[in-house]
């Protein structure tokens, strides 16, 4: 694999058609995802032997993060996808390894599986991972959840409602837990980047803040002289224009 990537970046595209060029994508596609197999599979090895704690990291989300300079969401993602395909989900294991699903997509089909209930017939878990990675080859993950969510009202619409109910108790208690903002430095130049999230009440309180603001800036600009003068000018040329014709 490792040469297969070695010799595939430095091949001159630009002498290469369409149809390879097309075909270069879905292999190098295809490539992704084994690789996020192999990344997976050594991660959720890792996290089983507790191997973190020996390099040392109080965990394997921390070593990741510290010692691989990987985002701690990114992190943390892996540890827990790599855990879950450890623990069971062979079928979507295998699908990664071939190149078949990617790594979005297993997630959203872990997820589903995982959010079934506990005592679900274990037959039954089984087949809805098998429909659910059949559909990889046609959904997106988001379309993916939509059916997984479709599936769980299937199976279990009381406890599909049940947990819903819970989540929204749970975002309820603690309303503004979710929103964050960092502000990234610019590489290229003195400037910075904002990145946040808000929720539901944090964003129409933002609009309504955006919108004075900008009401008032545009209060301010209609009460400049430059800003009549102009006005008048404009005016003045439109009335002119309809005269002469």
């Known amino acids: 694999m490792i040469l297969a990537v070695d010799n595939g970046w430095q091949l001159k595209l630009w002498a290469q058609s369409d149809a390879e060029i097309v075909e270069r994508v879905e292999a190098a596609l295809r490539v992704r995802a084994q690789a996020d197999a192999v990344l997976l599979a050594a991660i959720g090895e890792v996290e089983a032997r507790g191997l973190a704690r020996a390099r040392p990291a109080s965990s394997t989300r921390a070593w990741l993060h510290g010692a691989h300079q990987l985002d701690p969401a990114e992190a943390s993602m892996l540890v827990r996808t790599g855990t879950s395909l450890r623990a069971g989900f062979q079928e979507t294991g295998l699908a990664i390894a071939a190149g078949e699903v990617s790594l979005s997509q297993a997630r959203v089909v872990i ?59 749970e975002r309820e208690k603690t309303p503004h837990a ?7 430095p610019d590489k290229d130049g003195p400037g910075r980047y904002p990145r946040g999230y808000l929720d539901p009440e944090g964003g129409v309180e933002l609009g309504r803040r955006q919108f004075a603001v900008r009401s008032a800036a545009l209060h301010r600009r209609d009460q400049t002289p430059d800003h009549h003068h102009h006005s008048a000018q404009l005016t003045a040329e439109r009335d002119r224009r309809r005269t002469t014709q």
Do not use: N, W, Y
């Open 178 to 184: 979710k929103r964050s903002l960092t502000i990234s």
């Open 111 to 169: 997820r589903s599986v995982t959010d079934l209930p506990d005592d679900l017939d274990p037959g039954l878990g089984a087949a809805a991972e098998t429909l659910m990675v059949g559909h990889c080859a046609v959904f997106d993950p988001m379309t993916l959840a939509l059916i997984g969510r479709r599936l769980a009202e299937c199976i279990h619409p009381e406890g599909t409602q049940a947990r819903d109910e819970k989540k929204h108790l």
